[in-house]
């Protein structure tokens, strides 16, 4: 594992070009194996999930050409293989799970492996999953550590409602669905700004997609896909995140955003405590003037809230990072995450830095900000935004703090701390075997 050493107390201030959301480009690369033609893809990021998906391309004979430095990927899977008693897809990896249905349509079978799973948020079930493939025709049986999906010619087309607006589970129906012969439709689906640049994706390959951005998705599938050329969008979790950097510091942070359309609802709640964001020819910026401090309702007797579910909500993945400016800011906050069940453990660590967290369930907490804090050294879980956000408190306070245990921002975030230093920060990644 890997801790970073922050030494506090500098306002951050720099421009920032953020990389594209790891959320949509892992579900395009597994999209990728469903056609046979060429493809190229500008600004996919450098991080571990990336690594692993091109590694098991790779091994599977598909051609793969990656610049780094450039984020630009050349792919073409005209020879690719696969052979479920030999071939292993990435595992500790929740998209994994997406590899499944393009294995499905070109090989008519995909082995998954039992330990396929993401950060550590709570029971991550598979059984959406499994639900979908069974509905489209596929046939799943438990072996020894792995699941076996297989289907015994074409996907056959569906109708379906999930029982929740999964993002994974959205995904891998409209791969199903590309790959079926006909039209199947999609009920309560999964409309986050990564779901919908996954299905601009699939509409540049062939695939004819109705109800983008919405809950109702209806896939014509069955055609000839093509190849073509892919731009991703900025990543509007690593916006935000560097945005608040910027307000927490009390420092000046401008960050690139193509893409202002998806931060209404985010800029309200920065708003709530005290940042008012502005978006101007293709950038934002995060303006405090003052100290941070919670909004009073109109309703004067209930909490300022902030609560975090599935898109049009505001995104659960970035309470974490609105949890440490309530912790910095004046007065008192709640903040209520309604998807994960074991999402707000970790709070317990602010504690050390000295501030006052109040559990009052799984899913809830309130903060009790405007107390003095202290550096200290903190342990994060598995969770990307969660050592982010032990990062910002870290990065608020004047002094040497340590992030144990910080390796998932890489799994997200390329060039994290190369951009944190080119905003001020004094910086490190240090290892412990």
């Not at 994706?201 to 004819?208: L, P, Q, S």
Request: proline fraction near 6%; glycine fraction near 10%; charge should be negative.
């Amino acid at each position: 594992m890997s801790n970073l050493i922050v030494h506090g107390g500098t306002p951050l201030r720099g421009r920032i070009i953020p990389s594209a959301n790891k959320n949509a480009v892992l579900p395009v690369l597994c999209a990728t194996l469903l056609t046979g033609e060429p493809l190229r893809l500008h600004g996919v990021p450098d991080i571990t999930d990336v690594r692993k998906i091109l590694d098991i391309f790779r091994t599977l004979g598909s051609e793969v050409r990656m610049d780094h430095e450039s984020g630009t990927l050349e792919l073409h899977h005209r020879a690719t293989t696969f052979d479920a008693a030999l071939h292993r897809l990435p595992e500790e990896m929740r998209s994994s799970i997406m590899l499944v249905p393009p294995l499905l349509a070109r090989f008519g079978v995909a082995r998954l492996e039992d330990n396929v799973k993401g950060c550590t948020l709570g029971v991550r079930e598979i059984d959406p999953h499994v639900e979908v493939f069974q509905r489209f025709g596929g046939q799943v049986e438990r072996t020894e550590g792995s699941l076996l999906v297989y289907a015994s010619g074409r996907l056959t087309p569906t109708d379906h409602w999930l029982d929740y607006a999964s993002v994974t589970t959205t995904e891998n129906f409209v791969l199903c669905a590309a790959a079926a012969d006909g039209t199947s439709t999609l009920t309560n689906a999964a409309s986050e700004p990564h779901v919908q640049e996954f299905c601009r994706f699939m509409a540049m390959i062939g695939v004819r997609i109705e109800g983008m951005g919405t809950s109702r998705l209806t896939v014509h599938g069955g055609g000839t896909l093509g190849g073509g050329e892919f731009r991703f969008d900025e990543d509007f979790h690593e916006i935000t995140t560097f945005l608040a950097l910027g307000a927490i510091t009390g420092g000046d942070v401008v960050v690139r955003n193509s893409a202002p359309g998806n931060f209404p609802l985010i800029d309200r709640t920065f708003a709530k405590f005290g940042v008012q964001i502005e978006h101007a020819d293709g950038w934002s910026r995060a303006i405090r003037s003052g100290p941070l401090k919670v909004q009073t309702p109109f309703t004067s007797n209930v909490l300022t809230k902030v609560e975090a579910a599935p898109w049009p909500y505001f995104p659960v993945d970035l309470l974490p990072i609105f949890i440490a400016l309530g912790v910095r800011a004046q007065g008192n906050a709640m903040f209520w995450n309604k998807v994960y069940d074991g999402a707000l453990g970790w709070t317990g660590e602010l504690s050390k830095f000295g501030a006052h967290v109040f559990s009052s369930d799984p899913h809830r907490l309130i903060t009790f900000g405007g107390h003095a804090l202290t550096p200290a050294v903190v342990e994060s879980p598995y969770i990307i935004r969660v050592a982010i956000a032990l990062f910002m408190v870290a990065a608020s306070i004047e002094g040497k703090s340590e992030i144990r245990n910080a390796t998932p921002i890489r799994r997200a975030h390329p060039r994290f701390v190369e951009n944190l230093r080119s905003l001020g920060v004094q910086v490190e990644w240090t290892s412990e075997e």
